[in-house]
Structures are given as structure tokens and as C-alpha cells.
């Protein structure tokens, strides 16, 4: 293939090369979400699952500038988040099941995904509340001088809950090395943000309010995610404080569950339409054949590969033992007294 051209960040810049691991990367988000809405229907998954498909450029192109160490926090739609910081998607299935495998033991489901040896301290689905936690890490970092970046994933309707405000000012005040990604799809469940805001609010602004910087972006484009990414994360990784990223999107699926709800009547057809067409493995698709790193033969071998991995994935999921009775109470809490004798030992 040709020489590549180069869209440069101010961290690394984006070779097609690279351009070809990350539309890869959002396959097989894609090829994950899509497989988990096929079996969804088998009632072998028995907690709610909220897909990210037609998101799938956002975590794939912040996570590329991430390091290993640097930390991760999501909301109840994380499966994307999970994947593109490098968790485990045998665990993540078997999660999913309720099974022992499982990332959390089985014991926390498709909302309650966590991998702390791949910098994803975990997810929680009330909205907004791992924005504190995120940022509670941010400032543990800094007090111990380690120099890793936080992410924190959520929603547009984070940002109408109060503490949203008290913890992005606490980044600002403290000039904290976090980056809080608002990925806006538009809805909350079935409210659009017309119903929820007056027209005359920005969600930008409302960082900007507090001092933080704040980006809108076209949250479709990888190459766009990439850049805005990397400026953010140098900036944090380098003492320059907090930013803020609103991500326009759009969910393909309905809000909870695998099916398409466009005939709910919440959202017009053209509406999905429209967005459909701004699909972003699409949009990376045609960058890729620009740079002459796109063919058809080569992305059949991408498919090939990743449905073996995904079909091994549930293979794992599907055979692993449920948890038994004398796991209920373990992992639950602390018992300081066995916490110190671990400690001793």
C-alpha cells in the first residue's frame, strides 16, 4: 500500500497504519455489540445490556492515546469503554452470563464491568455517579505523583446532575490531570434534550462555567476523537488541568435491550437515518481507501479474525460455572480484620 499520509496530534501523529488498528478496533466493538444483540434473545444473559453501537469511535479513539496505567470509569453504556481500554472479552462475556468467569465474579452484569490490570477502575449506572470516583482517582494520582490520566465516560444528562458541577470545579480548583468525555447522543431513554434543557443551554459552557476547557466534536469521526484526545490527554498528562469533550453521536439501538426502537415514535426515521449515514466505521472506511489502506480482501481477514475471537469469547462465557453459594458474600466489602492479616502476610 502507499505511503501513508500523516494527520498529525500533538501527542503522536495518525499513520494509516494506525488508522487500520483503530477501524479494527471499532469492528470488533461492533462485531461484539452486534453478536451480544443476536444471543440476547437466548434469556442466558439475564441483566439489561445497553449497546454502544454506532458509538464506537469515541472510546476507540481516546483509549489509543491512553497508557496502560492511566484509569477509565464509565456509566451503564461501557462495553465500548471496557473493550477499547484493553479489558478481557472472555471476562466480559462471561459477565454478561452471570457467570464465575466473569469480570466482577458474575455478581455485577453487563453495567458493573471492571479490569484493574487494564486501567478500567469500573463502571456504575446512576447517572453521573462515577464522575466523583473519577475524580477522587485523578486527585489520588496527583497526591502520589504518578503521572497517569483519568478518563471518565457518561452522558449528556450527567451534566443536569449537580454533582457534575461540584466535580469539575473540584478538577479545576485542583488542576487535576482528568479528561471528561460527554459522549451527547441526544436522548435519555426515550427524552430528547428538548424536553430536559432550554435551547439556550450549551453543555460546553457549562464546563466552561467552571473554568475547564471545553470541546465540541464530532464524536463519528476517529480522526477527529484521535486529535481532540490526544490535546486533552497531553494537557493532562503534562499539568495542564481538566478538559472537557462533548462528542456528538448517536445510538443505533434502543436504550436498553438489542433491538432497533425506531418505531416508538420518539425519534423520526429521517433523524436515524441521517445519523446512520455518519456511521463511523463508515467514515474511516472511505479515509482508508483515500489512503489507499482499504480492500475488500483485507477486511473479509479482520472479519474472519475477530468473529473467531468473539465466537471463542461466548464459547467461554457459556461453559464457565455459575458462582457458587459460598461466593455471595466475598468481594462484597472490606473486613478490616482480614484486610490487616493479608497486609501482615
Same mark, same amino acid.
Given at each position: 500500500?502507499?505511503? #501513508? $499520509? ?25 462485531? +461484539? ?25 469515541? #472510546? ?10 492511566? +484509569? ?12 477499547? =481500554? ?38 456504575? #449506572? ?48 485542583? $488542576?487535576?490531570?482528568?479528561?471528561? +468525555?460527554?459522549?451527547? $447522543? ?18 460546553? !459552557? ?28 497531553? =494537557? !493532562? ?21 438489542? $433491538? ?16 446512520? !449515514? ?38 467461554? !462465557?457459556? =461453559? ?26
Amino acid at each position: 500500500m502507499a505511503t #501513508p $499520509n500523516r494527520i498529525q496530534g500533538t501527542d503522536e501523529s495518525l499513520t494509516s497504519n494506525r488508522l487500520q488498528q483503530l477501524y479494527c478496533e471499532m469492528l470488533r466493538i461492533r462485531m +461484539v455489540e452486534e453478536r451480544i444483540a443476536e444471543l440476547y434473545g437466548e434469556k442466558k444473559m439475564r441483566c439489561p445490556v445497553h449497546l454502544c453501537i454506532g458509538q464506537e469511535a469515541i #472510546p476507540v479513539g481516546v483509549s489509543a492515546i491512553l497508557h496502560r496505567d492511566d +484509569v477509565v470509569l464509565s456509566g451503564h453504556r461501557s462495553h465500548g469503554h471496557y473493550l477499547a =481500554k484493553g479489558g478481557n472479552l472472555n471476562r466480559m462475556l462471561a459477565e454478561i452470563y452471570g457467570k464465575e468467569g466473569g469480570c466482577a465474579k458474575g455478581k455485577g452484569g453487563s453495567m458493573h464491568l471492571v479490569d484493574r490490570t487494564a486501567g478500567f477502575l469500573g463502571a456504575t #449506572p446512576i447517572v453521573a455517579s462515577s464522575i466523583p470516583i473519577a475524580v477522587g482517582a485523578a486527585f489520588g494520582a496527583k497526591l502520589q505523583g504518578l503521572n497517569l490520566v483519568t478518563v471518565v465516560y457518561f452522558g449528556e444528562g450527567a451534566t443536569e446532575e449537580g454533582t457534575f458541577h461540584e466535580s469539575v470545579n473540584f478538577a479545576v480548583l485542583k $488542576n487535576l490531570p482528568i479528561v471528561f +468525555v460527554c459522549e451527547n $447522543n441526544l436522548y435519555s431513554v426515550y427524552s430528547p434534550l428538548s424536553v430536559r434543557q432550554p435551547n439556550v443551554r450549551d453543555i460546553v !459552557a457549562l464546563a466552561e462555567s467552571h473554568g475547564c476547557e471545553g470541546k465540541r466534536i464530532d464524536g463519528n469521526d476517529i480522526r477527529v476523537m484521535y486529535e481532540s484526545s490526544s490535546q486533552a490527554v497531553y =494537557k !493532562a498528562r503534562n499539568n495542564g488541568g481538566p478538559t472537557f469533550l462533548e462528542c456528538e453521536t448517536y445510538r443505533w439501538r434502543e436504550h436498553c435491550g438489542p $433491538n432497533f426502537d425506531n418505531d416508538l415514535g420518539y425519534r423520526a426515521p429521517s433523524e436515524f437515518e441521517e445519523w446512520k !449515514a455518519t456511521c463511523p466505521l463508515e467514515k474511516t472506511k472511505t479515509y482508508l481507501s483515500q489512503l489507499d489502506a482499504w480492500s475488500l480482501s483485507w477486511h473479509q481477514d479482520q472479519v474472519e479474525r475477530l468473529s473467531s475471537e468473539i465466537e471463542s469469547a461466548v464459547r467461554f !462465557a457459556e =461453559k464457565s460455572p455459575l458462582p457458587s453459594k459460598d461466593q455471595l458474600f466475598q468481594h462484597v466489602f472490606a473486613i478490616p480484620s482480614l484486610a490487616s492479616e493479608e497486609q501482615a502476610a
